[in-house]
């Protein structure tokens, strides 16, 4: 298994991203943390993901998961399946073993190490998704469903999923603005949003890395950007370029809208 050079691999997480045919704009999906006592992230916003399965070892190689293993198993149980993650050929990948088969063929737009000061490290992938402008709404109705069969939802680790686009996620990071506009699951509008400070501390340089590639043409500016490694409170963060050179259709074409826009 690969691990971070600076230390065992504690989490891996899912960013999912997708590009509205229509408008041209890049949205990222984000989940809504169910209510929890004594927990400064509960309701909070942010990707998908969580800490690995280990055997109890303190020994990192005989960690059960590496980093695309925990992601996919993490992602699939969080979304409940409702989104369509697919490869660059726009393959299909619907459950958890051929999500993680596609991580390990690096079919994902981007890939983030973090590595911290107490030897551990973090992965986050950017994987696309079929664009779908009802998917809170079906989660929502995903959630009522099992209601139906259940009376509990220990099963479920989302309260609620949204879309939201890149230029607000940076303006949310630039101005605090607690007003994130998303695509909500009945209509569209200005809806609170409160992004989780540990996601924060991934998204930033996402976003900073995205404005340097040219991906996002915007007039916002991530402050944070001139020293990430402080604000994120890493020591390094490693940038993997995956299928990224196969996705001019779902990156560059929100230039080119933006632009003429």
């Known amino acids: 298994m690969a691990f971070h050079k600076d230390g ?5 997480s899912i960013l999912p991203i997708t590009r509205d045919p229509v408008l041209g704009l890049l949205y990222l999906c984000l989940g809504k943390e169910f209510p929890a006592a004594r927990w400064i992230e509960s309701r909070m916003w942010g990707d998908f993901g969580g800490s690995v399965l280990s ?6 190689e005989q960690q059960k998961e590496d980093a695309e293993a925990c992601a996919s198993r993490e992602a699939m149980e969080e979304t409940c399946g409702v989104l369509c993650f697919i490869t ?11 999500l993680e ?3 390990r063929e690096k079919e ?17 992938f950017l994987v696309e998704f079929k664009f779908d402008a009802e998917i809170g709404r079906k989660y929502k109705m995903h959630l009522e469903e099992t209601l139906k069969k259940s009376s509990t939802l220990d099963l479920i680790e989302k309260e609620s999923i949204c879309l939201i686009s890149l230029q607000d996620a940076m303006h949310q990071l630039n101005y605090k603005d607690s007003n994130l506009k998303q695509r909500s699951c009945s209509k569209r509008g200005r809806l609170a949003i409160q992004l ?8 930033v340089p996402l976003l900073t890395y995205l404005l340097l590639l040219g991906v996002i043409h915007s007039t916002y500016y991530i402050h944070q950007s001139k020293n990430t490694s402080r604000t994120c409170g890493t020591r390094d963060v490693f940038t993997e370029i995956g299928a990224l ?6 990156l560059r074409s929100s230039v080119s809208h933006e632009a003429h826009g």
């Open 88 to 98: 660059s050929s726009g393959c299909v990948m619907e459950s958890h073993e051929s």
């Open 196 to 203: 989780r400070n540990s996601f924060i501390h991934r998204l």
């Open 101 to 103: 088969a596609g991580l």
């Open 55 to 60: 055997g109890g070892s303190q020994d990192a």
């Open 8 to 12: 065992r691999l504690s989490g891996a």
């Open 245 to 250: 050179r196969n996705r001019t259709s779902l």
């Open 108 to 124: 994902y737009v981007m890939r983030l190490d973090f590595g911290y000061g107490n030897f551990r490290s973090y992965t986050m």
